[in-house]
């Protein structure tokens, strides 16, 4: 029987999977999606469809996503993607790897993130081949960040912008970076997206028995302590004894494992005909993303633009530069979306406009008894939220139409009231929040255990207390290695206590 095992390998199980490896404890990583092990054996040698940061392998034909619907404001079923292959949604994302502005973490427990910690935090996971020398950036981490501004388009944005009077930054991870424009940093070395699966995982790939399309159920649980987990792969059902899990299969599917291992609102788990272990009314709820529209735009010479493979790809990640301006993020996109990812009609080169103080009016609820059904996953869109969507439009139509973009820009395709609204940007966090336990909505306490059961921990994007204010994933890394550290010190300490006896 493992000491540990690690649901989902995603961005925080990878993470957690490698902290506990590199302490001594024998773990078992079930992953939903498939492992593609050549992955981690060869890394920086082959450029494929996962590795490529040029591309985001996430279309409909996809092998390496869980697709789900979601309604966003209550009135439009869009298909959110998440990753479902070893390195989660890491091996599919944009790559924008920006950290969240230490403010954020006011409404985290101040216990054991504060925001030194969290500085700290974020400088131990990195190597910023850029900026590794600058005070607060790290040369030793697993995750490789680097910038770049090559597309045109983003180039021009960030002229236009600065033209319009926002800052112009070289650091947006650096501590005090506040708005303004600048190159994203990105998990990208040489071209190539790294997921957690290559940064932590690979390392210590002989350490982890990893265990592909295998789908946990649930975890079982005995008189309140963890006994282990159980679900189906490729040969049937399985179980795995276990006396700590390690939840981390995203903030979606955390949430629905939890609720159909007995861990949610009494209520809902009666609706589906699971027996209440916790009766946890937050599991599942004040579930946030960032509400994201497009703004299009007509590049000067359609017909080039619509010959997608004979262009020259002049650019090195899907999103090379942003700008930050008070509740919204101007997300530039390097080029239209039909060029990122495959079967995507042809259409027009985008600015995504992102509401970013969000309020995590969201939730995630089974809808039947069989946990591995697609749960309802809803997004109502606060009137703030709205509120800012309509300014940041406004301003993006303002940016598109400097001269510095007439280049690029000819004019304007979205009209400037088009009715939202909009979608959601996949950065869906805080369906099993961290809290304090007399805190109802609460579900882990400071270091990311489960109130009431023994032995239970989630350290993915679902244990944030808050939607933080930039892209998520450089946050769920930071977050998941954080909460390991604290888990590993745990369990050493329990360790020893039981040698003492
Ligand atoms: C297409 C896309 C683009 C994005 N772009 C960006 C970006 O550029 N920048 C940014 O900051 N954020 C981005 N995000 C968000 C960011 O990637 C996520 O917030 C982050 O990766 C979430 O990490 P996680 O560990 O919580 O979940 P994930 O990384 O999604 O990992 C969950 C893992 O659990 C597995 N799993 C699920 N259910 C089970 C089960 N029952 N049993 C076993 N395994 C299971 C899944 O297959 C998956 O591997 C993007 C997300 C997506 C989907």
């Known amino acids: 029987m493992p000491d540990v095992v690690v649901v989902g390998g995603g961005s925080a199980g990878c993470v957690a999977a490698a902290g506990f490896a590199r302490a001594g404890a024998s ?110 950036h790290g040369t030793d981490g697993p995750m490789p960040v680097s910038r770049a501004v090559v597309a045109p388009v983003a180039d021009a944005f960030r002229r236009a912008a600065t033209a319009a009077g926002h800052r112009d930054l070289d650091d947006l991870n650096a501590a005090d970076a506040g708005d303004g424009v600048g190159a994203v940093p990105s998990n990208v070395a040489g071209g190539r997206r790294v997921s957690a699966a290559e940064a932590f995982l690979a390392p210590v790939a002989g350490l982890v028995e990893v265990r592909g399309e295998a789908v946990v159920a649930r975890v079982d649980v005995v008189a309140g302590r963890v006994v282990g987990v159980s679900g189906r792969d490729v040969h049937g059902a399985f179980t795995v004894g276990a006396d700590r899990v390690i939840l981390a299969a995203g903030t979606v599917r955390t949430a629905t494992v939890l609720m159909h291992s007995g861990i949610g609102p009494r209520e809902t788990l009666r609706g589906i005909g699971v027996d209440v272990v916790v009766d946890r009314p937050g599991v599942g709820v004040g579930v946030g993303d960032h509400p994201e529209v497009a703004v299009a735009y007509r590049p000067p010479e359609v017909a080039e633009a619509y010959r997608p493979r004979r262009v020259a790809q002049t650019w090195r990640t899907p999103l090379e530069v942003v700008l930050e301006a008070g509740p919204v993020e101007l997300r530039c996109y390097s080029t239209s979306f039909d060029r990122l990812i495959d079967g995507v009609p042809p259409g027009d080169p985008v600015i995504g406009v992102a509401a970013m103080v969000a309020e995590p009016l969201g939730s995630v609820v089974p809808l039947s008894a069989d946990p591995f059904a697609a749960p309802r996953v809803d997004h109502p869109v606060a009137d703030a939220d709205r509120r800012a969507l309509v300014d940041g439009v406004a301003l993006a139509h303002d940016l598109l139409g400097r001269p510095e973009m007439a280049e690029v820009v000819d004019h304007v395709t979205t009209a400037l009231d088009a009715p939202l609204p909009p979608g959601a940007a996949l950065h869906t966090v805080g369906s099993a929040r961290m809290g304090a336990d007399d805190d109802p909505l609460a579900v882990v306490d400071s270091s990311c255990r489960v109130f009431g059961v023994s032995g239970l921990a989630v350290v993915d994007a679902s244990m944030f207390p808050a939607v933080p204010t930039r892209g998520p994933h450089a946050t769920v890394i930071m977050a998941a290695h954080r909460a390991t550290e604290m888990l590993v010190a745990e369990a050493d300490r329990s360790a020893a206590v039981r040698r003492g006896r």
């Open 27 to 136: 773990v078992m990583l079930l992953e939903a999606g498939s492992t593609t092990m050549a992955l981690l054996s060869d890394p920086g040698l082959s450029m494929t469809e996962l590795t490529d940061a040029r591309r985001l392998p996430i279309g409909p034909s996809s092998r390496y996503v869980d697709p789900i619907t979601t309604r966003v404001d209550g009135a439009r079923d869009v298909v959110g993607t998440r990753g479902r292959v070893l390195g989660g949604s890491s091996a599919v994302n944009g790559a924008y790897f920006v950290r969240a502005p230490l403010a954020d973490f006011a409404r985290w427990p101040r216990d054991r993130w504060s925001a030194d910690v969290v500085a700290e935090g974020f400088r131990r996971i990195e190597t910023d081949l850029d900026l590794g020398d600058r005070p607060g």
